[in-house]
């Protein structure tokens, strides 16, 4: 690193210019360093880069002539996103950027957090935003990015906009020089991850609790889809040595066009690293959708269950479940030998799926076991149990076979 930290600035400097100075002279007041980046294209920049258009946009794959002559704000946003996401992975990896912020609207948005998903978890990342107050998903993914509402247009210093870039400049900033403490965050303990939903909740307390005990760090991972997404992303850069994947009801989203889909890769990071994982069915019995008034017409003579204001439930339907017990079994069927157990819980896949409850369905339940049992490999070991998923038993089952899963590897 240099002698003096440096916080790595994205903007357009032909419409953010003035914004992204005032940015920048409150960091360097903080006795930090700036390098400012420059993602416009059209017309001059109101102030001097130092890292130009015509670079980012060499980076892209384009020429900067080659952009304005095509008059594409849809590519230029494309190429010059791409030139960022390459020009920060450099910066960084050349450690000349400690840290990094970024200002706009939708197109600068779209630039800055393409180039923040690039960096690791812990550098710090500021995203400063027209588009904060909306549904940041698409933006932040599965990276710890700070989105923060711009209020009112990024388009000339006014008094809020002033009050809001230099929160936003003094957090970079203050994180930036205090990052040895997130540097210095270790853990002793091997970790583990675990899927987990409202409706399993009392399963992966009480196998957390046994893994814990056992001297594991667990990492609970809400199966929102962003949750699903970012454990499937942890696996993949090495950081487990064990999944517990209990709440799979992101793949019944998937395959039904719920809201809560973690895309058609769920379910296979584990497999491929070889890492040991015990899997079940948790809440396979239901596909989310938002307010009951969201839910498509197509469903509406479906057992709908309304959780509460904003989220309802809707009961997979036996179709539904023979589907996702083939899909799981393909999908467990990538693992290595010795490496994946399966449990199935006979008496209920969630607090919802018992008897008395408004999503118990037996029948439904019976096609997806039947479905995973028929397709599982030989070598793959599957556990009947007569438990609901959510039983004590059951939970320190799977908690034990993972353990000696991980034991034996």
Not at 26 to 41: A, C, K, P
Not at 265 to 287: F, H, Y
Not at 356 to 361: A, E, I, N, R
């Amino acid at each position: 690193m240099s002698e003096k930290k440096v916080v790595g600035i994205i903007g357009t400097l032909d419409t953010k210019g003035k914004e992204c100075e005032f940015v920048r002279d409150i960091i360097r007041n903080q006795g930090l360093e700036t390098l400012i980046i420059d993602s416009g294209v059209k017309n001059e920049p109101k102030i001097k880069a130092d890292i130009s258009r015509e670079e980012v946009a060499d980076a892209g794959g384009e020429s900067l002539k080659s952009l304005i002559e095509k008059d594409d704000r849809g590519h230029a946003v494309s190429v010059m996103g791409k030139g960022v996401n390459k020009t920060v992975s450099k910066l960084f990896n050349d450690k000349k950027i400690d840290g990094l912020i970024s200002l706009g609207g939708s197109a600068g948005t779209t630039i800055g957090t393409a180039a923040m998903r690039s960096l690791p978890y812990g550098v710090p990342k500021v995203m400063v935003s027209t588009l904060a107050s909306g549904d940041t998903s698409p933006f932040v993914g599965t990276k710890d990015i700070l989105m923060l509402n711009s209020v009112v247009d990024v388009a000339g210093l006014n008094k809020i906009l002033k009050t809001v870039l230099t929160n936003a400049a003094l957090s970079v900033a203050s994180m930036v020089k205090n990052n040895e403490l997130v540097k210095n965050i270790k853990s002793d303990k091997p970790l583990i991850a675990a899927s987990m939903f409202g409706v399993t909740t009392p399963c992966i307390e009480k196998a957390k609790e046994y893994l814990e005990d056992k001297g594991y760090e667990v990492l609970v991972f809400h199966a929102t889809g962003t949750g699903g997404r970012t454990m499937e992303e942890l696996v993949k850069e090495g950081h487990l040595v064990g999944v517990l994947d209990v709440t799979t009801t992101e793949l019944a989203d998937q395959l039904v066009g719920g809201v809560l889909s973690a895309g058609e890769n769920r379910l296979e990071a584990a497999a491929e690293k070889g890492i040991p994982q015990v899997i079940s069915t948790g809440a396979l019995d239901m596909v989310n959708f938002g307010p009951f008034d969201t839910v498509p017409d197509k469903f509406s003579n479906r057992n709908l269950y309304k959780h509460n204001e904003n989220v309802t439930l809707m009961r997979t339907n036996k179709e539904e479940n023979r589907k996702l017990g083939k899909i799981i079994a393909e999908k467990i069927n990538k693992s290595q030998p010795g490496k994946t157990e399966v449990f199935l819980p006979l008496g209920g896949v969630s607090m919802i799926d018992a008897k008395g409850q408004p999503f118990y369905g037996p029948d439904e339940d019976e096609l997806l076991f039947n479905e995973i049992e028929k397709n599982l490999k030989d070598g793959i070991k599957l556990h009947k149990l007569d438990n609901n998923l959510n039983d004590e038993e059951f939970a320190v089952k799977i908690a034990e076979s993972l353990h000696k899963l991980i034991q034996n590897n």
